[in-house]
């Protein structure tokens, strides 16, 4: 990857930005959109208050026999309240989302399947959708506003952007999310986890 600036001060982009879509300048708090082989201003970061959290941008995320740097830090507003979505790269430098909501830990993977049609955006609390001979039962559909961005992602958000999505619990800790927005979706799989089963190594 070639080394890129922020396009607003100059300053060197993260590290994690090689796996990245988006970051937000470190120095001048500027949206960076990474293409190809250049970058460009992409809005705002928002402003993303303080708060206790399990960990944070540069700490490795250890559960469920995988090991997780965090690179990004989104934050959605659903009306009631809001949650963290950290953006962070595996041991192969694949991508991976946890999510940290009121003390819940989830972490999920892409997963790049279009057999869900754009029908399923109408489904209810309850209905059932299978996938992969897996069940999924749909717990919680809202509407959130991502509010805050800190960090590197391999998508492109922006503040004020709202999403649609339901997330659905299948056997065990089995958790299936589907996003969708005008003219897209996406799928995400993985698996709720306890707080006490994370392991955290802090950013030295």
């Known amino acids: 990857m070639t080394d890129f600036h922020c396009p607003n001060c100059g300053t060197p982009v993260n590290e994690l930005a090689r796996y990245a879509r988006m970051t937000v300048c470190e120095a001048c708090d500027t949206a960076i959109l990474i293409e190809d082989d250049a970058v460009r201003a992409a809005g705002v970061k928002g402003v993303m208050h303080d708060t206790v959290s399990l960990f944070d941008i540069g700490d490795t995320v250890k ?66 959708i299978r996938m992969g001979g897996t069940e999924y039962v749909i717990t919680e559909i809202e509407q959130a506003e991502c509010v805050a961005l800190r960090g590197v992602f391999d998508h492109e958000l922006k503040v004020g952007e709202t999403y649609n999505f339901f997330n659905a619990s299948g056997r065990g800790s089995a958790i299936l999310s589907y996003e969708y927005w005008d003219g897209g979706a996406q799928l995400y799989l993985g698996d709720w986890f306890n707080p006490f089963d994370i392991v955290v190594e802090p950013a030295s």
């Open 63 to 128: 559960a469920g026999g995988q090991v997780i740097t965090l690179g990004g830090k989104a934050r959605f507003s659903y009306g009631r309240g809001f949650w963290d979505e950290f953006w962070g790269v595996d041991e192969k430098n694949a991508p991976v989302w946890v999510s940290l909501d009121e003390g819940d830990v989830a972490i999920q993977r892409e997963l790049d399947d279009r057999s869900l049609s754009s029908a399923v955006q109408k489904a209810r609390i309850g209905d059932a």
